[in-house]
């Protein structure tokens, strides 16, 4: 019979000062994970009839998953201010002496939310440099102090890392966030390829040439499969577990990638990184790139390190 261990337990044995962090992020993903079981019976679901920072039309989730992540990290002592994709600016606290700015995707994978397909909540932790919270919140992702997510699926599953490895908690019938998966490590190679190939045409020339390579078995003579499900939340989950690669290169409309660099990219890089993955933006690693302003697009290839590190390569040699 294995011992139980919830999740404050967890990060308090390792990093005390970011449970009251943690406690907050699972006080949130609570409320967000039964709003989205109960949607369809409520008027939850829909436009909420507003255009966000991001020129994205808001859904009604995107705005509660937000509004309840700033209620909870607000109260947590330890927090000074929340960036969000959802707002413009920061959202900045008076709790006096707090020292970690939480930087997250309130709801990612908002175009699944109607169909009942799997969404998520990402986050990324830094912290508090001089009492300059603007150059604190735009640090590299190697400065972060804690990465994770929460994806809402059959089972809601929190994964997360303090920088010691990565685990996965499970939300069990009392509310309780109960590990079920520690010190997770992203296979070597393999099977699965993720991507939106109705972008392929306007890709950079490299990245068609490499998924061919792919799919001729050139790399280690593996063969793959197909799998994309639209929430890069869910998409990097199955990455994590099962391996093999998820790209969102530059597109035509989106030349410099459509995923964000603080809250999706990031905190994604870290999690890969610590359990043994990889994440580059094509020629450069993730987590150290120098953000230039709080919601700025990077694409974003991550996943096991031998497909990455293949991409990486081919498109350093295309220049
Ligand atoms: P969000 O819902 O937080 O705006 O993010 C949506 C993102 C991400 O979840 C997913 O990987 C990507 O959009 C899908 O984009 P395409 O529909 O262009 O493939
Ligand atoms: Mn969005
Ligand atoms: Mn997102
Ligand atoms: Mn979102």
């Given at each position: 019979m294995t011992t139980k261990v919830a999740l404050e337990q967890h990060v308090a044995a390792g990093s005390p000062e970011l449970r009251e962090v943690f406690g907050g992020v699972a006080a949130a993903a609570r409320e967000i994970a039964k709003q989205i079981r109960l949607a369809g019976l409520s008027?939850?679901?829909?436009?909420?009839g507003a255009v966000n920072v991001q020129g994205e039309q808001q859904q009604k989730l995107d705005v509660f998953a937000n509004d309840v992540m700033i209620k909870w990290l607000g109260q947590a002592a330890s927090v000074a201010a929340c960036v969000s994709e959802e707002d413009e600016a920061p959202v900045v606290f008076a709790n006096a002496g707090a020292k970690y700015i939480v930087i997250f995707d309130p709801l990612d994978g908002s175009s699944n939310i109607d169909v009942n397909v799997n969404v998520g909540t990402i986050f990324s932790v830094q912290e508090l440099q001089g009492g300059d919270l603007d150059a604190s919140i735009l640090q590299q992702g190697t400065k972060q102090v804690a990465a994770g997510y929460v994806v809402y699926g059959p089972s809601t599953v929190m994964v997360m890392t303090t920088g010691t490895g990565v685990a996965a908690f499970t939300l069990d019938d009392n509310g309780e966030f109960i590990r079920s998966n520690d010190a997770m490590q992203m296979p070597e190679q393999g099977p699965y390829y993720s991507t939106n190939e109705a972008n392929a045409a306007s890709w950079p020339e490299a990245y068609r040439e490499y998924l061919a390579m792919l799919l001729r078995g050139d790399l280690n003579g593996k063969t793959y499969s197909s799998r994309y499900i639209g929430s890069l939340v869910a998409d990097f989950h199955r990455t994590l577990l099962k391996g093999g690669v998820f790209l969102y290169p530059p597109t035509d409309k989106a030349p410099k990638g459509k995923l964000r660099l603080l809250y999706e990219a990031n905190p994604l890089a870290m999690l890969a990184e610590q359990a043994n993955g990889a994440a580059v933006n094509g020629p450069e690693r993730i987590m150290e790139l120098q953000p230039e302003q709080i919601h700025q697009r990077t694409a974003l290839i991550v996943g096991s390190k031998r497909e990455v590190e293949a991409l990486q390569k081919a498109v350093l040699e295309a220049r």
């Open positions: 008027d939850a679901l829909g436009a909420y």
